[in-house]
């Protein structure tokens, strides 16, 4: 017996997870080079010239993140941080979609159920709710996907902020999975 809502779920978070990959990679392509020509030297006056981004957003998130030093280093640690931790995050959305794959889909209730908890989650990292999912014991396929969905939220939160700081046109045709 298939469980064709499973599928269909199936199907819009992994379009959804390529969304958030494409979204790494636009955000790479605006600052491609970026990092190599502050360490060559380059004031700046002149990167902020030669990229074409959201600078006053780049500088409110580096402040966000307290790091020290020239503006220059704050700059290339900031960007470093941000591909690191994204890299990272998809890495562990994409495991739980292959332990997904191969220990729930087949059984249409764990599938139903994973899929209400991947609901449950991006919602419940939408609210004030600032913590991952905390589980006790065995993880249930419910549980699972709730943490998929929490995971989800904050990375599309991420690469969205990422998005923000290319120049506006750029975050603003950028569509979602």
Same mark, same amino acid.
């Given at each position: 017996m298939t469980n064709r809502? /499973?599928?269909?779920?199936?199907? +819009?978070?992994?379009?959804?997870?390529?969304?958030?990959? /494409?979204?790494?990679?636009?955000? +790479?392509?605006?600052t491609t080079g970026l990092a190599e020509a502050l360490t060559a030297g380059a004031s700046l006056s002149y990167i902020q010239e030669t990229y074409a981004l959201n600078w006053k957003k780049i500088w409110q998130e580096i402040a966000q993140q307290?790091?020290?030093g020239p503006q220059s280093y704050q700059l290339c640690e900031w960007l470093y941080q941000q591909g690191q931790d994204i890299q990272q995050r998809l890495l562990h959305l994409e495991l739980l979609i292959s332990e997904y794959r191969l220990h729930i889909h087949h059984s249409v209730q764990k599938a139903t159920d994973f899929w209400l908890g991947y609901d449950e989650g991006k919602i419940r990292c939408r609210t004030p709710y600032s913590q991952e999912p905390f589980i006790i014991g065995e993880a249930t396929s419910y549980h699972k996907g709730e943490l998929l969905g929490w995971r989800y939220a904050i990375v599309k939160n991420k690469v969205q902020n990422l998005l923000d700081c290319c120049n506006t046109s750029t975050s603003e045709l950028f569509t979602w999975g």
């Open positions: 809502w /499973a599928d269909k779920q199936l199907k +819009n978070c992994e379009a959804a997870l390529v969304s958030l990959e /494409a979204g790494l990679t636009q955000f +790479n392509q605006a307290n790091l020290w």
